[in-house]
């Protein structure tokens, strides 16, 4: 039939085709909707939070790069190709005998804080530093062989050209020089990365050990404890350890007697004490040593 | 003609929707991530026997016992040639079968220049090899600039020992000085009993004595002494290619011998690592030490497995180990010393620790004469010669009469002689005729006589040598 004769029809179809163009939008749209809503899509290259490394960290790149003057298998006065990345191209090493130290009066407060704030965050017992803080104020003078006077009642200090300050009290056992701390700090964040305390041998106890809990505080006032993984290392020699895969770094702590042998006036003078040896350090899964058997 | 349009019109119209609605692609799938490759696994090759090729005293050797030769080097000025003693015949010639060959060129395959500073001695498979390390004097620069430096003045002042020469002669020794001065470490490979020679260069340099054991197809040392609180690395060089790998290895470790497929290493075992004394002072360091103990292992470098031999005591000297003299025969050799008052020590005797039985067993106690030392233990020479059975110990020392004395030790009858023959045209007073090397057939070789430029040799059966005979077979030069 033909549409024109019935106009009534044509207004019914025109009003339907509209209807069916202004629904069509909301149709689709629905559609659409429901095809993508509750679906899951994994993201290409999803983010994953990156482990923290050796590299990230500022106090182990300076202690790599002052490790890695030490052993070397070449022998070659042009830098091969391939040299380590971080190799520094010249590195002068710190004095460490007393006659060869600056006075470092106006570091004495920074050695007691330094002290006090080991004390304090449990990483060393109150004894050591007490030990290590005993500062001599009744002016004792020790004469070197080169002729100088040298007050030890202030620390004495050298640096490295890495930064590292070394920081050292000496004194006098039966006229002869013994050295009662030692103490290394990086001099840009004050991060204490090496540390030796002398004491007397009061009697068969030794002085307190730091434990596991202590080394964990070191690593935290080292600025590590982001790295994640500090652990006792497994079938370790060392008797308290802990390290770190991520950041190839070892912390260990000892404490042990010796005999300490000096020279004063021709003769040797010996005298058992302990010391407390407490150590931050870069070292890689191969260099960690196992117990052998 | 309307009609036919509205309808297409609005037929276009809901197809271009329908499209839309099918465009919407279907949700994207995340791409499978790759699993990360397998790194390949080298085959890692079976090692052959190990055994040294460095006598430990003087960086390099003095000689190489192959079994049926010794090879040993003649110093001459500014040149050394590489020698070969062969037992059976007693004749000693120069390793070149090159036809007219006058020794005294580049040409010769036994030609080796300079000093002869750290160059070790070994056969490898049918091969002699000379290694050359770059030595500790190395130059680095033309042979002009060395000539301007170096020549010229000691041509117009000439040093000792070179007054008599003609100014070619000069020139001609100190070019050999630099060739061996600016030389890049390698190998020289003599091959069909001196017919002909390459050198192979090492990948890396390698200063004076690094390397001093082989298994057959690579050399192994370590690159620094393990010492003041240095972690060496351990080094392999390929004899075939030159080419050099690391192993890793402990703080302050050293290599101390060699047998079967496995290293001797010592190292401290200590309550924590060890600082750099330049670090933290000597007395910080030498602290620390006290109370460590030394363990001696064996270490397999191509797998890295350890296992203890035995842990002994500190003894306080650089490396811990000063009491320890060599590994032959799977035996420790070792000095006994006990303190005495005043930080004084006496040495009390020389004992063997077996590693087999793991017992110890006095060689000599007391030792009978004080000056008397082993020099070296263990023996240069190729893993399976009788001499590696350690039989007979040479012990040397002096007396204040200006004698430099020798003795022989039999490890199965524990019989110590006193060698009482003496070396012929020597420029001391006395001294004893000493070892070489120990053949196959019971017979020593022996420094019979001191010449201008070294020894002359003979050969001797041991019973008889150590009954005092001078009867030796003595060794001649090689038509």
Known sequence: ?293 | MKRLFSISLAAALTLSLAGCAAASAAPAVPEATATPEAAPTEAVPAAAEFYTISDGYSYGNTGFNAGDAWYSLDYRLGYALVTRTDYATATRQVLCSVPGCTHDSESCPAWVPGRGTGLEIFTAGDKVYVYHPVVTMHYEGSWEDFYAEVVEPKLQQRPDGLEDLTEEEVVAYYKNLYVERSAPTGLYCIEGNGASRQNVETSQNLPQGIVCWCDGTALYGQSVAGTNGDTPTGCRVALADGSVTTFPMLQEENILGAQGSRLLTAHPVTDGPLPDPNDVGWEVYRGLLQNATVEYDWLDPVTGERSKVLERPHDGSTFGTQDFLGLLAGKLYFEDWSPLEEGNSQREAFYVYDTATGQQQDLLRPIPDASMQLPYGTVVGLPDLAAQQGQYLWFTGYDLNGENLAWVLDTRSGTLTAVEQQMAGTQLPHQAVLYAAQTEDGRFLLKTGETETGYDYGLMEIGAFLQGSTDYTPVTAAP
């Open chain 1, 1 to 293: 039939m033909s549409l024109w004769k019935h106009p009534r029809w044509m207004a019914g179809l025109c009003t339907m085709a509209v209807l069916a163009c202004a629904a069509a939008p909301a149709v689709f749209l629905t559609a659409v909707d429901a095809a993508m809503l509750g679906r899951r899509a994994a993201v290409k290259d999803a983010y994953v939070a990156p482990t923290p490394s050796g590299e990230d960290y500022y106090i182990l790149r300076q202690l790599t790069a002052r490790q890695q003057q030490e052993s070397s298998i070449t022998y070659s006065q042009v830098p091969e190709a391939g040299e380590p990345q971080g190799a520094l191209k010249m590195y002068i090493g710190a004095q460490n005998s007393l006659e060869s130290m600056m006075n470092g009066y106006q570091y004495r407060d920074t050695v007691d804080a330094t002290f006090q704030q080991l004390t304090e965050k449990g990483v060393i017992a109150p004894e050591w530093a007490s030990w290590a803080s005993a500062w001599d104020t009744g002016s004792a003078l020790y004469y070197s062989y080169n002729g100088y006077s040298y007050d030890l009642s202030v620390p004495y200090y050298a640096t490295d050209s890495l930064g590292f300050v070394t920081l050292k009290r000496f004194a006098l056992e039966q006229g002869a020089l013994y050295t009662v701390f030692s103490l290394t700090m990086d001099s840009r964040t004050g991060v204490v990365t090496q540390l030796w305390v002398s004491a007397p041998q009061g009697g068969e106890q030794s002085p307190a050990v730091p434990d596991e809990t202590s080394l964990r505080s070191f690593a935290e006032l080292a600025g590590l404890e982001n790295l994640g993984d500090w652990a006792v290392p497994e079938n370790t020699p060392y008797a308290h350890a802990l390290y770190s895969a991520n950041g190839a770094a070892l912390i260990t702590a000892t404490v042990s007697p010796y005999q300490y042998s000096g020279w004063a006036d021709g003769t040797t003078v010996t005298s058992d004490r302990w010391f407390l040896s407490l150590s931050l350090q870069p070292c890689t899964a191969e260099e960690l040593p196992t117990l052998v058997s």
